[in-house]
């Protein structure tokens, strides 16, 4: 199965901007690839320079910022390959924002799934 | 002949639905076939039943099952119908065996049991789906034990299903790094249906289920602490509940209980848990101290003969093993009985003061009991008073008035 791993933290949090943290990463996202694990990956860019677009009686609507003031942003993923939840969530584990934000499991809908 | 198939479906339903649900990978599926299976019985059964009932079951509800899945899937196309069968083969191939499962035998009970008691389910739903597959019980009695319409509970069971299937929720013992954190979390939920069931007494069977699983579990993971722990810890308190509520079905305090009505038979298993229990892991299992301090009052002839000294000490060593304000108010109550309620007042003045146990009715009712005892009636009262708004149960309602009503005298 593969797995979205999104990222949660508050942008404001020192730690998002602490370059042992940002270290981390470099290892942790090794580790994913040689695992077999890593499909993709990304940092988002902060949440200001966010535009949500909705289209409200045929008409595009286009508006600053995210959809929902939410303690904790969006602010990066890793879509990857598990076995399972718990394979999912051992990796998820290790990501090093985990350790002050939070980070969202969420499987993916597969194509083939779609048929049974 | 009925008999027969009753007895078969306590023995053998849950195993039996187990090993389904890991050969097709669904519970639907695997309930509906096991449910097929026992009708096939009423009527192959009637000379007699098998020589393995239970591989006739599991048999018999495999191919129902199938049958199942091929009838869902008919009025798909063609291309969906192979994709289907081709899953149906790869399920009907043997599982892989990884190393946990080598370590612990091929237990589809406990992976049962694990899978329903998953973390990444909520514990309502937890605790739901326990009841409901591994002990078997009826959506409506389930239903009835958590106060909710059997709607709500089957739509609670449905989704907690759909999340099993969707999120990929392994039917599988977890590997020995994840261990002891998984049996924490069955514990808990088992917890929750002994504690549901014994503070409410019109649910008291769930009390027997909550035994029963702690059992179960024990045997299929012998010498764990934990489990014995809770285990212990469970018989000591059930043993009690026919001398916790007088005829008129009010409330009995500890020091008032007939102690000729408590289970003997009970407390000699859960007597006999404890010290393994505690010898099993060091430090030991918070549940295994909070059946050691259970034993200390079952031993107790009178209360008076209630080692209290050895009870303070067991709560100072609970309060360092898992901290919690629950321990510190049990503390403080237990200290008030060798040093004195003026002693553990300041202690549970100071708890209220902390907040964290707002809401709970035994923090006010152990104020008001230390008040009452040292003399200050009033104050009492009105402890009584807050503790009579917050209690969940009647029978803890009768017991306030009650103390209210004496205050007043």
Redesign the interface.
């Known amino acids: 199965m593969q797995y979205l791993l999104l990222i949660y933290s508050a942008e404001s949090h020192e730690a998002n901007n602490d370059p042992s943290v940002l270290a981390e990463y470099g290892p942790f996202t090794q580790g994913v690839v040689q695992s077999g694990a890593f499909k993709s990956a990304d940092r988002l860019k902060p949440v200001n320079t966010a535009t949500t677009v909705r289209i409200r009686d045929g008409k595009t609507l286009t508006t600053d910022g995210p959809f929902a003031e939410t303690r904790e942003q969006l602010g990066g993923y890793y879509l990857v390959e598990a076995k399972d939840l718990d394979a999912a969530v051992g990796i998820a584990a290790k990501i090093p924002t985990a350790k002050y934000g939070s980070i969202e499991v969420r499987p993916i809908w597969s194509m083939e799934e779609y048929a049974t | 002949m009925a008999s027969c198939i009753d007895d078969a479906f306590r023995r053998h339903g849950a195993e039996a639905l187990a090993t389904l649900i890991r050969l097709t990978g669904d519970f639907d599926l695997a309930e509906e076939g096991l449910q097929e299976a026992f009708a096939a019985a009423a009527v192959a059964w009637q000379t007699g039943p098998p020589d393995n009932p239970r591989a006739w079951l599991i048999s018999v509800g495999r191919r129902r099952a199938l049958d199942q899945l091929r009838r869902k899937?008919a009025f798909?196309s063609r291309?969906?119908q192979l994709?289907?069968e081709a899953?149906i083969e790869r399920q009907a191939a043997p599982v892989e065996t990884d190393e946990a499962e080598a370590a612990f035998g091929d237990d589809d009970l406990l992976r049962l049991i694990f899978t329903c008691c998953?973390p990444?389910l909520a514990l309502e739903a937890q605790v739901a789906l326990t009841l409901r597959t591994v002990c078997s019980l009826p959506t409506a009695s389930v239903a009835r034990a958590f106060l909710v319409s059997e709607e709500t509970m089957a739509q609670r069971l449905v989704r907690a299903k759909a999340k099993i299937r969707?999120?990929?929720?392994?039917y599988r013992t977890?590997p020995r790094e994840?261990l002891d954190a998984r049996v924490l979390g069955v514990l808990a939920a088992i917890y929750l249906v002994f504690t549901e069931a014994y503070a409410g007494d019109p649910r008291q069977s769930l009390a027997a289920e909550a035994i029963g699983l702690a059992r179960r579990l024990d045997a299929l993971l012998p010498g764990r602490g934990d489990v014995q722990g809770l285990l212990a810890l469970m018989l000591l308190h059930e043993a009690r509940r026919p001398a916790r509520y007088d005829a008129a079905g009010d409330l009995v305090l500890l020091e008032d209980q007939d102690r000729g009505l408590w289970k003997a038979a009970m407390i000699a298993e859960g007597l006999a848990l404890v010290e393994p229990a505690l010898k099993a892991r060091a430090p030991p299992s918070p549940y295994a101290v909070q059946a050691a301090i259970a034993a200390l009052h079952a031993q107790a002839a009178t209360p008076q003969a209630t080692d209290w000294r050895q009870i303070v000490g067991l709560y100072a060593v609970l309060m360092r093993l898992s901290p919690s304000p629950v321990i510190e108010l049990n503390h403080a109550a237990a200290l008030a009985m060798v040093d004195g309620p003026a002693a553990a007042l300041p202690r549970v003045e100071a708890l209220a003061a902390r907040g964290g146990l707002d809401g709970y009715d035994v923090l006010p009712a152990v104020r008001a009991d230390l008040l009452r005892r040292l003399g200050r009636r009033k104050e009492a009262g009105a402890a009584y008073q807050d503790a009579l708004r917050l209690a969940r149960y009647d029978p803890e309602r009768r017991f306030f008035r009650r103390r209210l009503a004496e205050l007043e005298e």
């Open positions: 899937i798909r291309q969906e994709a289907v899953k998953h990444a969707a999120a990929g929720i392994p977890p994840l």
